[in-house]
């Protein structure tokens, strides 16, 4: 059965020719009519397709809220004078928990207009600021939680030692994939007959966020990995989710699906390194959250022992074990002096 976006998209490529799956996965998830994260039905938690760590338990939001206390400190400024912008900040959960624990001047630019309104909602009573665009002079921080494996991606890979480019055809109603010349000159250390997928709007965003900041950090959490590990897989790291379920066919409940890839977190640093952002630190989400105190709280849980600490208990060791968020997420701070 047919659907708008895939009407969409198939009109446009048997008007103007294959597009790169960058294009493809854009409208797939973006489109503001029919775009995954235009939906009506919210994506995140247990009635949508994935869960974050902003929806295992309130902690995560006031552990980044303790952090942030302690970067204003490193600047030299007040809490009251240190600016935080979210990027894609989903259902606004980890925003209220932040806001909660500490009122910043708060920021969200938001690209769906579904999600904006959920924000709104969750935020009623805080002074939050949507906006479209990343300001100019900005003291403070620029954050992201599953912000980046959520950009679109062009997907190349290397045959007879020369990199293609994937782009997507259509016969009808049916999507395929063909190879072309790359759409943008790259070079990447993708293996013979390996597939990369490679965010080229990552390393844009990151220049983008040096030229926002006139002093502060840009702190990234996401799963990842660094050069080496991600050009290791060789059918690249493309994932899709409905209903909690994994599958690696984007050509399948399009609009009704997430797709996401993995971060190359090299790209995040090799691109601050060039605009002025240096790192600061690269942990693993269970490190991160282990500097900031987490453990002090999982010991005042088990000491509790009550059925609502132990409940409590489970959501934050999801947060941190390595089998789970704890091990397979990444925390990327960057400083701009």
């Given at each position: 059965m047919t659907s708008p976006l895939v009407e969409f998209l198939a009109k446009?490529?048997?008007?103007?020719?294959?597009?790169?799956?960058?294009?493809?996965?854009?409208?797939?998830?973006?489109?503001?009519?029919?775009?995954?994260?235009?939906?009506?039905?919210?994506?995140?938690?247990?009635?949508?397709?994935?869960?974050?760590?902003?929806?295992?338990?309130?902690?995560?939001?006031?552990?980044?809220?303790?952090?942030?206390v302690a970067m204003a400190d490193e600047i030299g400024v007040l809490p009251e004078s240190f600016t935080v912008i979210e990027l894609g900040a989903g259902a606004g959960l980890l925003a209220l928990e932040i806001l909660r624990s500490k009122q910043f001047p708060y920021r969200i630019l938001e690209r769906s207009a579904a999600m904006r309104e959920r924000q709104q909602q969750a935020l009623q009573g805080f002074e939050v600021e949507w906006i479209d665009e990343l300001p100019e002079n900005?003291?403070?921080?620029?954050?992201?939680?599953?912000?980046?494996?959520?950009?679109?991606?062009?997907?190349?890979?290397?045959?007879?030692?020369?990199?293609?480019?994937?782009?997507?055809?259509?016969?009808?109603?049916?999507?395929?994939?063909?190879?072309?010349?790359?759409q943008v000159p790259i070079d990447a250390p993708v293996a013979e007959g390996c597939t990369a997928d490679i965010s080229l709007d990552a390393r844009d965003w990151v220049r983008r966020i040096a030229a926002c900041l006139k002093q502060g950090f840009h702190l990234a959490i996401d799963y990842g990995y660094l050069e080496r590990?991600?050009?290791?897989?060789?059918?690249?790291?493309?994932?899709?989710?409905?209903?909690?379920?994994?599958?690696?066919?984007?050509?399948?409940?399009?609009?009704?699906q997430d797709i996401t890839a993995h971060v190359n977190f090299s790209d995040l640093i090799e691109a601050g390194n060039v605009?002025?952002?240096?790192?600061?630190?690269?942990?693993?989400?269970?490190?991160?959250?282990?500097?900031?105190?987490?453990?002090?709280?999982?010991?005042?849980?088990?000491?509790?022992?009550?059925?609502?600490?132990?409940?409590?208990?489970?959501?934050?060791?999801?947060?941190?074990?390595?089998?789970?968020?704890?091990?397979?997420?990444?925390?990327?701070?960057?400083?701009?002096?």
């Open positions: 446009r490529i048997q008007d103007h020719g294959p597009i790169s799956f960058r294009e493809f996965m854009d409208e797939a998830l973006y489109n503001p009519q029919y775009g995954y994260y235009s939906a009506s039905r919210n994506p995140v938690g247990k009635e949508g397709d994935f869960y974050t760590s902003s929806n295992l338990d309130p902690i995560f939001g006031q552990l980044l809220a303790r952090r942030f900005i003291t403070g921080c620029i954050f992201s939680n599953e912000f980046f494996d959520a950009l679109p991606v062009h997907r190349y890979v290397r045959r007879n030692g020369v990199l293609r480019e994937i782009y997507v055809a259509c016969n009808e109603d049916r999507f395929f994939e063909i190879e072309d010349t790359p590990e991600f050009y290791a897989r060789p059918r690249g790291t493309l994932m899709c989710y409905w209903r909690h379920q994994l599958s690696e066919d984007p050509y399948t409940r399009i609009g009704e605009t002025s952002l240096k790192v600061s630190s690269l942990s693993s989400q269970m490190d991160f959250l282990i500097g900031l105190g987490i453990l002090e709280e999982i010991e005042r849980l088990v000491l509790s022992g009550t059925a609502e600490s132990i409940e409590h208990l489970q959501s934050i060791k999801k947060l941190i074990l390595p089998g789970n968020m704890g091990e397979r997420f990444k925390v990327l701070i960057q400083r701009k002096a």
